[in-house]
């Protein structure tokens, strides 16, 4: 007598897949965005392009994908201790996904539809630091703050976010993501 698994469903290649080019996504972003731009001297402010990937995902794969980026995403970032201490960037990440999708559903995957997500997602990140800085220093006031710190960082991350999304592109192509949108 022979037993015979009545499990059909299994772990599909498709999302071995995914999980392995994400994950090798995450760690390269997350590791030269905490290293390598952190420690740069013509940077006037460390960008955030951990935020370009979860866009370019929100809006090249699903809202799920880019959720599930955005907390692996915050969780590495916070790990290689991107802020010095503990903070909440993967609900920061979650958020934006959830909030960037919504949008990414209603426009078509074209590098144009990447540039005009980008400003919603640039403003999400400019109040999150406004808000982590807020509540660390106390006695800065916030207009000081939006000019010193979180305008260039706006800059600086819209410019190195622009070349994340063809590489996002390339590493969806080989998923096979059932998107709505076909490559």
């Given at each position: 007598?022979?037993?015979?698994?009545?499990?059909?469903?299994?772990?599909?290649?498709?999302?071995?897949?995914?999980?392995?080019?994400?994950g090798i996504l995450i760690l390269l972003i997350s590791s030269a965005q905490c290293s390598f731009f952190?420690?740069?001297?013509?940077?006037?402010?460390?960008?955030?392009?951990?935020?370009?990937?979860?866009?370019?995902?929100?809006?090249?794969?699903?809202?799920?994908?880019?959720?599930?980026?955005?907390?692996?995403?915050?969780?590495?970032?916070?790990?290689?201790?991107?802020?010095?201490?503990?903070?909440?960037?993967?609900?920061?990440?979650?958020?934006?996904?959830?909030?960037?999708?919504?949008?990414?559903?209603?426009?078509?995957?074209?590098?144009?539809?990447?540039?005009?997500?980008?400003?919603?997602?640039?403003?999400?990140?400019?109040?999150?630091?406004?808000?982590?800085?807020?509540?660390?220093?106390?006695?800065?006031?916030?207009?000081?703050?939006?000019?010193?710190?979180?305008?260039?960082?706006?800059?600086?991350?819209?410019?190195?976010?622009?070349?994340?999304?063809p590489i996002v592109k390339l590493c969806v192509i080989p998923v096979k993501s059932r998107s709505r949108f076909s490559f």
């Amino acid at each position: 007598m022979t037993i015979r698994n009545t499990n059909t469903r299994g772990i599909r290649p498709e999302l071995i897949k995914r999980v392995i080019i994400y994950g090798i996504l995450i760690l390269l972003i997350s590791s030269a965005q905490c290293s390598f731009f952190a420690g740069l001297k013509i940077c006037p402010a460390t960008p955030d392009l951990v935020i370009g990937i979860v866009l370019a995902v929100s809006l090249l794969d699903s809202i799920r994908s880019a959720a599930a980026v955005g907390i692996a995403a915050g969780f590495v970032t916070d790990a290689l201790g991107s802020t010095g201490s503990f903070s909440f960037s993967a609900l920061f990440y979650l958020v934006c996904a959830v909030i960037l999708g919504s949008i990414a559903c209603k426009m078509l995957p074209r590098f144009l539809s990447f540039l005009c997500l980008l400003i919603p997602a640039l403003a999400l990140r400019a109040v999150y630091t406004t808000l982590c800085v807020c509540l660390k220093l106390h006695s800065v006031p916030p207009l000081s703050i939006l000019a010193s710190l979180v305008l260039p960082e706006i800059i600086v991350t819209a410019v190195l976010c622009i070349p994340l999304y063809p590489i996002v592109k390339l590493c969806v192509i080989p998923v096979k993501s059932r998107s709505r949108f076909s490559f």
